[in-house]
């Protein structure tokens, strides 16, 4: 789960991270009185959205010239102005993909005399299975771009879960990013106190970029985009409570609801299957074959009927299915339930795409025998090569 840049400030800021004074907001008003708050004479209108890249973003409805979704403002005016144009405006950055998010909401910023800009993040190395702190001196700029063209400027730091960011760890990071004197001193306490927060509130990703030197020294969160573990929510009340869902895809809060593990993709052929292992495979043989997953879908090991029923439902309410691919391996899970299920739910939402069903395993005889006595327009398969090959075949054709 994501949540906007103010939240994780507030979050950081609790565990004693030095961020600026801000205000959230919703309306121009609001934007008048935020600015009445903030000392000045340099204030920040930033726009909340579940991406990155604002600053550089370009609003859909201003034309090519108007400012970003990250703005400077000198005076207070110019802070109601500036709130004024991008609110309900569609921001559009490399990370949003081409329909971009609505700005509903700005967080207006103390503005802060920026000295360098720095990257740090942390994340969990899968290879390690620790927490890694990687960091930058090319901060501030798209850090893909500095990945891509220059990898020797990314440094990372492989934190011990036995013994936490020690003294020595937290001095290398500060060397890495040529702190000298109070931002070196700062940088000793902020990498145990971002450690804390990642592991305490079940972090799987937290970026900041940029992390500034002050012009007085000083070290200062300026950005911060923060991602939980799905998985932990269940203990974080106070974390679960930031979700907003409208920057949420519909058809993964519907899946939400129903606990199947679900991600829109960009391709055309929706997949239902079960196990995530079996999902990935099934997603990689239609590529193979030349097509594109339309989802990612992990309908669980023991899925009863209704599950199943709202898992096909999301699928076929997705525009841009052409076709649907039932993979389903029954080992806990018994095929006459997948049937039942897909019939079910073809019963409430019809069926206009081209459906091929491939069932194994648990009571494969059964299942197969209640698709195949239903009226239902199913394309069969026995192995997943074959099931792979129809759905091409038949979305391709149609
Ligand atoms: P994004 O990464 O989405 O573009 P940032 O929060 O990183 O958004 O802001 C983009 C740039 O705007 C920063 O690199 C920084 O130069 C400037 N900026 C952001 N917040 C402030 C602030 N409070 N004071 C001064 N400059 C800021
Ligand atoms: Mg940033």
């Given at each position: 789960?994501?949540?906007?840049?103010?939240?994780?400030?507030?979050?950081?800021?609790?565990?004693?991270?030095?961020?600026?004074?801000?205000?959230?907001?919703?309306?121009?008003?609001?934007?008048?009185?935020?600015?009445?708050?903030?000392?000045?004479?340099?204030?920040?209108?930033?726009?909340?959205?579940?991406?990155?890249?604002?600053?550089?973003?370009?609003?859909?409805?201003?034309?090519?010239?108007?400012?970003?979704?990250?703005?400077?403002?000198?005076?207070?005016?110019?802070?109601?102005?500036?709130?004024?144009?991008?609110?309900?405006?569609?921001?559009?950055?490399?990370?949003?993909?081409?329909?971009?998010?609505?700005?509903?909401?700005?967080?207006?910023?103390?503005?802060?005399?920026?000295?360098?800009?720095?990257?740090?993040?942390?994340?969990?190395?899968?290879?390690?299975?620790?927490?890694?702190?990687?960091?930058?001196?090319?901060?501030?700029?798209?850090?893909?771009?500095?990945?891509?063209?220059?990898?020797?400027?990314?440094?990372?730091?492989?934190?011990?879960?036995?013994?936490?960011?020690?003294?020595?760890?937290?001095?290398?990071?500060?060397?890495?990013?040529?702190?000298k004197d109070a931002a070196h001193e700062d940088m000793l306490s902020l990498a145990g106190i971002l450690y804390k927060a990642f592991c305490e509130k079940d972090m799987s990703m937290l970026e900041v970029n940029p992390l500034i030197v002050m012009k007085d020294?000083?070290?200062?969160?300026?950005?911060?985009?923060?991602?939980?573990?799905?998985?932990?929510?269940?203990?974080?009340?106070?974390?679960?409570?930031?979700?907003?869902?409208?920057?949420?895809?519909?058809?993964?809060?519907?899946?939400?609801?129903?606990?199947?593990?679900?991600?829109?993709?960009?391709?055309?052929?929706?997949?239902?299957?079960?196990?995530?292992?079996?999902?990935?495979?099934?997603?990689?043989?239609?590529?193979?074959?030349?097509?594109?997953?339309?989802?990612?879908?992990?309908?669980?090991?023991?899925?009863?009927?209704?599950?199943?029923?709202?898992?096909?439902?999301?699928?076929?309410?997705?525009?841009?299915?052409?076709?649907?691919?039932?993979?389903?391996?029954?080992?806990?899970?018994?095929?006459?339930?997948?049937?039942?299920?897909?019939?079910?739910?073809?019963?409430?939402?019809?069926?206009?795409?081209?459906?091929?069903?491939?069932?194994?395993?648990?009571?494969?005889?059964?299942?197969?025998?209640i698709i195949n006595e239903s009226d239902l327009d199913v394309i069969s398969a026995d192995d997943l090569d074959d099931a792979a090959q129809k759905i091409v075949a038949a979305v391709k054709g149609a």
């Amino acid at each position: 789960m994501n949540i906007h840049e103010h939240q994780a400030k507030a979050v950081l800021k609790s565990f004693g991270a030095p961020v600026a004074e801000g205000v959230a907001i919703f309306s121009a008003d609001e934007a008048a009185k935020a600015a009445d708050q903030l000392p000045g004479p340099l204030w920040v209108v930033k726009s909340q959205i579940h991406a990155g890249g604002r600053g550089k973003g370009k609003f859909k409805e201003l034309g090519p010239d108007a400012k970003g979704g990250v703005r400077l403002a000198f005076t207070k005016d110019d802070v109601v102005a500036h709130a004024k144009e991008m609110l309900g405006n569609t921001l559009v950055t490399h990370q949003t993909g081409p329909d971009g998010k609505q700005v509903n909401r700005l967080y207006i910023e103390d503005g802060a005399d920026i000295e360098t800009e720095l990257y740090l993040s942390l994340l969990v190395d899968r290879a390690t299975s620790h927490v890694a702190f990687v960091v930058s001196t090319e901060g501030g700029m798209d850090i893909e771009d500095v990945a891509h063209s220059t990898p020797e400027k990314i440094q990372t730091f492989d934190v011990n879960p036995d013994d936490g960011v020690t003294p020595e760890v937290a001095g290398k990071i500060a060397d890495a990013l040529n702190l000298k004197d109070a931002a070196h001193e700062d940088m000793l306490s902020l990498a145990g106190i971002l450690y804390k927060a990642f592991c305490e509130k079940d972090m799987s990703m937290l970026e900041v970029n940029p992390l500034i030197v002050m012009k007085d020294g000083h070290l200062r969160v300026l950005d911060a985009k923060v991602s939980f573990d799905g998985n932990a929510l269940f203990r974080h009340d106070d974390i679960m409570a930031l979700r907003d869902t409208t920057e949420e895809d519909d058809k993964e809060i519907e899946a939400s609801k129903y606990d199947l593990a679900y991600v829109a993709l960009d391709g055309n052929i929706g997949c239902m299957v079960n196990g995530a292992g079996l999902a990935m495979a099934t997603m990689d043989i239609i590529k193979l074959y030349g097509a594109e997953p339309a989802n990612f879908l992990d309908v669980g090991g023991g899925a009863t009927k209704e599950k199943v029923t709202a898992a096909f439902k999301i699928i076929t309410a997705d525009p841009n299915v052409k076709g649907i691919l039932v993979n389903i391996f029954g080992g806990i899970m018994r095929c006459d339930v997948i049937a039942e299920g897909v019939l079910a739910a073809v019963k409430e939402v019809g069926l206009s795409v081209p459906l091929v069903v491939r069932l194994e395993g648990t009571n494969v005889e059964l299942g197969k025998k209640i698709i195949n006595e239903s009226d239902l327009d199913v394309i069969s398969a026995d192995d997943l090569d074959d099931a792979a090959q129809k759905i091409v075949a038949a979305v391709k054709g149609a």
